[in-house]
C-alpha cells in the first residue's frame, strides 16, 4: 500500500472541492436563476469535459502548461518550478476536468427553489447577501453537497489526465490510481490489488453517502 | 443563525489553512528524483537501495517509456537525472540544451524471448518456434514495446524484421506503452508470448511466470542505454549519477541481465 499516493489522491480530492465549490456555487446559482444571451454556450462548455476524452484535456493542458509554452515560461520565472508535473499543475487539471460535477448539481439544487421563496425572502427585508447565505444556500444544500462528494470521487477515480499532465511523481503527482498502474508495470500485483481494493471501497461508500444525502431534499435547519 | 455563517467562516479558513500547509509539506526538501526507462525497474531499485546504505542519501525513482519520459522532460517534469534505454532520447535532450553533460552509456540491453505457461509457444534464440506457431496460426497476440516511444520495442520490430516475421505477424501485436506494459501483457496469458527486455525476465515476480531465450545481440542494433544529468540535477542526483559507473552498481547491472561497457 503506497500511503504517500493515498495522501495524495485524498489531498487532490479536497484540494479540487475547496477549489471548485465557490466559483460552482456563483456559477450554478446564476445559471438556475438568470437568463442571458449566450447562457446555452456557458452550460455547453460547463459540460463539455465530461464528455471529452481526457487525452484531449491533458493535451490541451499540457500545451497550456508546458514548459514549452508562454504560460508555462511564465510560471516558472515566478514559481521556479514548472506547473505541469506539480501538484499545483495537478490540481488546477482536475478543478477543470471536474466543473461539470460541481456545477450542475449545484445548477439543480439552486433551480429547485421555488421563485416565491426568493420573492417572500426579499419582501422580508433581506438583502440579497442575506437572502442568499440564509434562505437559498441552506435549500440548495443538497445540490452542494452531492456535487462536493461526487468531485472528490470523480477526483479519486481521474487516471488519464493525471498520468499525461501529472506524470508519474512521488508526493507530487503520483496518486492512488497511477500507483496501482505503476506497481503492476512493475509486476507487483499485491500491492496493486490491495489500492485498487481501497479505490473500490472508497467508491462505493462514497456513491451510497450520496445516495443517502441526496434523498434527503429538505435540509436540517443549523 | 448569525453563529452558524461565522462557524462555515471559520470552516473555510481552517480549510485553506489545511491547503497552505499542505502544499509546503509538498514542496518541502525531497530526495532526488530520476527518471529511468521501464527495463531497470528491478536492477535500478536494488542500485538504489544500495546507494541508499552506502551514503545514507536517497533517491526517488520513477520508471516509463524513454520516450514519455523524454516528452515529460521537455515539458518541465521536475526530473535531475535520466537514465534511458537508448542514446537518441538523451541526446535529444542534450541538443536541446535541458542536460549538464552529454552523459554516458550505463548499460548496454539485451532482448529476451518470453512465453509464459501453458502457452503454446516454444521459445528459442532464432525465433523457430514463433516461425512455426505463426505458420500454424496459432498466435492470437505477441507482444513488444511501442517502437516509437520504447527503446526495446525498436529492437524488437529490427529483430522481428530480421526473421522476416513482421509483416506477419504485425495484425498480432500488441505494443505496450513501455517495455513493462509488454511484458504485462505478455505473461497475462492474453498473448502468447512477447520480446522483453532481458533484465525484466530475470526479476524475481517474473522469473516463474514462464520460459524465456535470450536473442543474440547480433540481431538487432545495439541497445546502448545512455544516462545523462539534467540542468536542475542537486548533489545527490549528480553522487547518483558517479555511483550508477562504480563498481557495486555494475556488477548490479551485470547480475541484472545487462552488459556493461568497460
Known sequence: MDWTALRVSLWLGVGTIALLLPCGIWLGRLLAVREFPGKLLVEALVTVPLVLPPTVLGFYLLVTFGARSPLGQAFQAVMGQSLAFSFQGLLLASAIANIPFVVQPI????????????????????????????IEVP??????LTAAILTFAHTLG???VVLMVGGNLPGQTRTLSVAIYDRMNAFDDRSAGVMAATLLVIAVATLMLTTVLSRRVIPRRG | MGSSVTTLRWRWLAVIALLVSFSSAVGAQRPATIAAAANLNFALMEVADRFTRDT????????GASGTLTRQIQDGAPFEMFLAADEEFPNQLSAAGLTLDPGVVYAVGQLVIFAPRGSPLVVDARLDGL?????????SRFAIANPEVAPYGRAAEAVLRKRGLWESLRPHLVLGDSIAQAAQFATTGNAVGGLIAY???????????????LVPAADHPPIRQRMVLLKRSGPVAERFYRYVQGTEARAILRRQGFAVPE
Open chain 2, 199 to 213: 533484465s525484466l525476465a530475470l526479476s524475481p515476480d517474473f522469473a516463474q511466470r514462464g520460459t524465456y531465450a
Open chain 1, 107 to 134: 445548477q439543480r439544487g439552486f433551480e429547485a427553489i421555488p421563485t416565491d421563496v426568493r420573492e417572500a425572502a426579499s419582501c422580508c427585508g433581506l438583502t440579497p447577501w442575506q437572502r442568499f447565505v440564509r
Open chain 1, 158 to 160: 481521474e487516471f488519464g
Open chain 2, 56 to 63: 545514507g542519501q536517497r533517491v526517488e525513482l520513477v520508471f
Open chain 2, 131 to 139: 516461425t512455426r506457431l505463426l505458420r500454424a496460426g496459432g498466435v
Open chain 1, 139 to 144: 435549500l440548495a444544500w443538497p445540490g452542494i
